[in-house]
């Protein structure tokens, strides 16, 4: 990876690519995950899900499942609706009447969805005992398909709503009106299709759960990777106090997202630990996880407007965007605001307004997926910006750098009000272009022509927003009481000295242990190996805010950010004690390799062990002025504001990691098969405080987007039947499909993080668009044809190759007269 | 007609201990070795033979643990995760090599990467980027795009001994 800095560093361990702290025990098979977790006299859940993907249930009957051998308990939704109120809904009305129970109560909504859970001394006896339960539907007519659903005559998932629509609003910004009057030309664009995939973690969700019927508490042992907001939702659920529920996060295989929504499934093993008195364990199958676990927003634009000038000046855009959650809401309709960070992604159009619906449909409720919502809206920009370019002759890169944000207008205010931080947008193009070899890619591209083989290159760029302000939760629901963001972490000495972080967050890979060690070792003068950083979330360390977890692109600034504070909290008292007992100046002072020294007197010395002894074991001896604890906690809050609710408007992140991609794909003509040649991405995450970890991370969501352009779709058929329930049908990415591909990182630090890092990790689905441009590109060559879905196999790249000259291809360009 | 065996005694070395143990037929090897040896440091992660996670090495070929009985592997020698690091708990080199390059990060493939690796590199010393490729095919990881794992697997591949 090369790298571009546009600031010296000053610091010793911050920026270097240290070994991980993480990778001894994971590589010995020693890491701990949830399903390793092991309580004495334990059981184990098996949950009994729906065949159909909409059906009324008539009758349940547990009577022979309950006999069989080994089971200790049954649970059913009618039990459920007795034991459990309704989950909370972020929505407003109409959304908001949704009633959500962790097993299904009348009615099956979506093809896996849990109805009875059995729970037994084995996770065999319990699966044998499914087989005797009788369970009788009616089959009722399914709603698969987001613009089916939004249909007066649509069948209804929840009848109470009185429709499918879980939230509705116009985001207006500028004058749309204007800029058509002002353009020279209108692109429609008819439709455009961003389909339903996941991250599939390797790790299913899994949690062992315990009930103390002493003091009411419920332990979790598991991969929830935002605890707290589990706790807001499952607190009410039970009608129990939030400090009754205690998480506990180890080691996590992977969420990118995905294991925010597990919620449900506590709260099933939670009343099922209650109810039989012994640890129940839980942990998906694959088949479980991609059935019933959380997939990602599927998204359809409709009555796409453009307005552009000749000379490619893109002036707006106006869109009806129709978004499918799935069955039940759950963390939705967040993502109806949470794409509008990115509402004018790097271009400097101001002018934008699209009408968003979402419904609920006959399918697997939808949750946070790495790109979280962002993606869906980039990839129409994406999608629209190579159209006009081809529609008007115009050259792909021309177009882009004519309408990207340049570096000189940062910080950059964007047409709602968000404030894009820093970038440099065009150079990061010109480094993506230059590692594809695009010159040279160009020139094959005329040669490789007619020989039944096509070439396309193409160019995808992706912000990825991080750390929310959740007061943009007020923009979808003027009542919810959320605002800002904060993590918080814990530095201090132990008895003997030893340097000890407790942070809120949940890692799953991003090696949190390993860049907090850095910033600590940094602030404290010691060695990363010196400091002891705990692993995961546990609500009884004290350690967190309702917001605490890993998601979103946040931890380089709200993680990295408390750290920081609570170690500075830390030396200030370390270096006022050591003063004290040397009789020195405190600004004498200094920390180095775990000792206080007078700065120029080195002789004057106390060690970290000489510090902890006096304030935890030797307190006669603390000067009697002093009040240090040398347990240092602090909460980072990015500095945000309440958005204007009514005019949709504020600042809803604090920072915006960009990444340009850049690819060049062949495709066989015959087969529709394509093949990436070259894959590179330049990405810029601010300072960088470990640059092998965030290259990492732009690997890993490139990996992603790819298997999501070219290989994974989560499919339903008219029935709500799932077709793609585990990796025989979903294919996800292998090690043939990716490319090596290749890297570049420019840094332009942040002006508002405090330590000049960007939130990253979520590459914001880039290979969609890149891929989708670069088919664009092949399809210029060949049938016009449009590339309107973000999921192209080889066969619909086949069918977009051979589409008929006089097929409508779904796009106009208005002239207006001069 | 006679009944079919429900269940089997069986003995079996894991990482050089040698275990003997009453199981049920339908057993899967993955499900003994964790739930029965406990030893977790193998992952299971699907339930097609797709992922990897919980390959290990039975009598020196790489198999998945969940598409084998336990009974199958009854005299086998097993090879895990936990078995690969030196006696004196120091990396073996293809622990080292995945370190080093970064082709570790939330760690749940990794154990079967590692074995997937091992035998790769035991059949084939000296791999091209493409032999690597179709080495690890059969093992997924979702958060390095692959990239570090082939060339943690390439630094090795350059190297003149690999398999202490």
């Known amino acids: ?818 | 007609m006679t009944e079919p065996v429900k269940s089997k005694r069986i003995t079996v070395t894991v990482d050089g201990t040698e275990y003997t143990r009453t199981v049920e037929a339908r057993t899967l090897l993955v499900r003994f070795i964790r739930e029965e040896l406990d030893h977790t440091g193998t992952h299971f992660g699907c339930d097609t033979g797709h992922c990897g996670s919980c390959s290990v090495l039975v009598d020196g070929k790489v198999v998945k643990s969940c598409m084998m009985l336990a009974i199958q592997a009854d005299q086998a020698q097993i090879t895990t995760v936990q078995g690969l690091a030196f006696q004196d708990g120091s990396l073996d080199p293809i622990q080292q090599a995945f370190s080093d390059h970064h082709a570790v990060q939330c760690g749940f493939c990794t154990p079967g990467m590692l074995m997937a690796t091992e035998y790769l590199l035991s059949q084939n010393p000296h791999p091209t980027e493409e032999e690597i490729r179709r080495g690890i095919k059969g093992n997924l990881c979702r958060c390095t795009g692959y990239v570090n794992i082939v060339r943690a697997i390439q630094a090795l591949g350059a190297q003149e001994e690999v398999i202490s």
Not at chain 1, 112 to 126: F, K, R, S
Not at chain 1, 506 to 534: C, F, K, Y
Not at chain 1, 726 to 732: G, I, S, T
Not at chain 1, 794 to 799: A, L, M
Request: glycine share 10%; hydrophobic share 40%; proline share 6%.
């Open chain 1, 1 to 818: 990876m090369s790298t571009t800095v546009t600031k010296p560093r000053t610091a010793l361990w911050s920026g270097q690519s240290i070994p991980r702290k993480e990778d001894e025990r994971l590589l010995k098979g020693q890491g701990r995950f949830a399903d390793d977790i092991r309580r004495h006299h334990e059981a184990y859940v098996h949950l009994l899900r729906s065949p159909y993907g909409h059906a009324r249930i008539l009758s349940v009957d547990v009577s022979a499942a309950e006999m069989a051998p080994g089971v200790i308990t049954t649970l059913t939704g009618r039990e459920v609706h007795a034991l459990q109120k309704p989950f909370i809904e972020i929505a407003p009305a109409p959304g908001g009447a949704i009633e959500d129970y962790c097993l299904a109560v009348d009615k099956v909504r979506f093809m896996g969805e849990p109805v009875v859970a059995i729970l037994a001394e084995t996770a065999e006896m319990a699966r044998d005992a499914a087989d005797l339960v009788q369970i009788d539907y009616e089959p009722l007519e399914a709603v698969v398909q987001a613009e089916d659903a939004v249909r007066e005559d649509a069948p209804r998932l929840h009848e109470q709503v009185g429709s499918n629509v879980v939230w509705h609003g116009v985001y207006d910004y500028g004058s749309i009106d204007a800029a058509k009057q002002a353009a020279d030309r209108i692109v429609k664009i008819d439709r455009l299709h961003f389909h339903r995939f996941t991250s599939t973690p390797i790790e299913c969700n899994a949690g062992l759960v315990e009930y103390d019927p002493g003091s009411g508490e419920y332990t979790f042992w598991c991969n929830n990777t935002m605890p707290q907001f589990a706790a807001m939702f499952m607190g009410p659920a039970l009608d129990i106090p939030t400090d009754r529920l205690h998480f506990v996060t180890q080691d996590i295989g992977g969420s990118f997202g995905n294991k925010i929504t597990t919620y449900i499934y506590l709260t099933i093993c939670a009343i099922l630990a209650k109810k039989s008195g012994r640890p129940v364990r839980w942990t998906e199958f694959r088949t479980d996880h991609i059935l019933g676990g959380s997939h990602g927003n599927e998204r359809t634009f409709l009555d796409i407007v453009v307005p552009v000038l000749n000379d490619g000046t893109i002036l707006g855009i106006e869109a009806r965007a129709i978004d499918d959650a799935g069955a039940y809401p759950r963390y939705e309709p967040l993502g109806a605001v949470i794409w509008s960070q990115v509402v004018s992604g790097v271009y400097q159009f101001r002018n934008v307004k699209v009408d968003y619906t979402q419904v609920v449909t006959n399918k697997c409720p939808v949750g946070p997926n790495r790109g979280y919502s962002r993606m869906q809206h980039l990839w129409m920009v994406e999608r629209i910006i190579d159209i006009v370019a081809h529609e008007l002759n115009l050259d792909a890169v021309a177009i882009r750098k004519k309408n990207y944000i340049k570096p000189e207008q940062m910080p950059y205010e964007t047409p709602n009000g968000c404030v894009y931080d820093s970038g440099d947008y065009p150079g990061s193009l010109d480094a993506a272009l230059k590692l594809i070899r695009y010159e040279y890619w160009q020139d094959r591209k005329q040669s490789t022509r007619g020989s039944g083989k096509l070439i396309g290159i193409g160019i995808g760029s992706t912000l990825d927003s991080g750390t929310n302000n959740f007061g943009q939760a007020r923009i979808i629901n003027p009542d919810l009481p959320f605002s800002g963001n904060g993590e918080v972490s814990n530095v201090k000495l132990d008895l003997y000295g030893e340097v000890v972080v407790t942070i809120g967050t949940t890692p799953q890979g991003q090696g949190h242990e390993t860049t907090a060690a850095q910033v600590v070792a940094d602030i404290l003068g010691l060695n990363p190996d010196q400091v002891r950083v705990l692993v995961g979330h546990d609500n009884r360390r004290n350690v967190y805010t309702g917001f605490s977890g890993t998601y979103a692109s946040q931890f380089a600034v709200t993680g990295l950010g408390a750290v920081r504070g609570a170690s500075l909290k830390l030396k200030e008292e370390l270096v006022t004690l050591a003063a004290a007992l040397l009789e020195a100046d405190p600004d004498e002072v200094m920390l180095r390799g775990g000792t206080a020294l007078v700065d120029g007197d080195e002789g004057r010395s106390i060690p970290f062990i000489g510090l902890a002894n006096i304030v935890f074991a030797n307190n006669a001896m603390m000067p009697p002025s002093l009040d240090v604890s040398l347990n240092c906690t602090y909460t980072y809050r990015p500095p945000f504001q309440l958005p204007d609710v009514e005019r949709k408007q504020g600042n809803l992140t604090l920072t915006y990691a960009s990444q340009i991609h850049a690819c060049v794909v062949e495709v066989d003509e015959e087969t529709g098969e394509t093949k990436i040649l070259e894959y590179a991405c330049v990405d810029d995450s601010g300072a960088l405080i470990h640059p092998k970890i965030v290259e990492g991370q732009v690997h890993g969501a490139a990996g992603l987007g790819i298997g999501a352009a070219l290989y994974e779709s989560l499919d339903y058929d008219a029935e709500g039947q799932m077709l793609s329930p585990n990796f025989f049908a979903y294919k996800a990415v292998t090690a043939l499909d990716v490319p090596m591909m290749k890297t570049a990182a420019i840094e332009s630090p942040s002006p508002f993080s405090p330590n000049g890092a960007k939130g990253m990790g979520e590459g914001g689905g880039a290979p969609l668009h890149a891929v989708c441009s670069a088919l664009q590109d092949v399809m210029h060559q060949s049938s016009r044809a449009l590339v309107v879905d973000s999921f192209n196999p080889s066969e619909r790249v086949y069918r977009l190759l051979h589409q008929d000259e006089h097929a409508p291809r779904g796009v106009q360009v208005i002239s207006k007269p001069s």
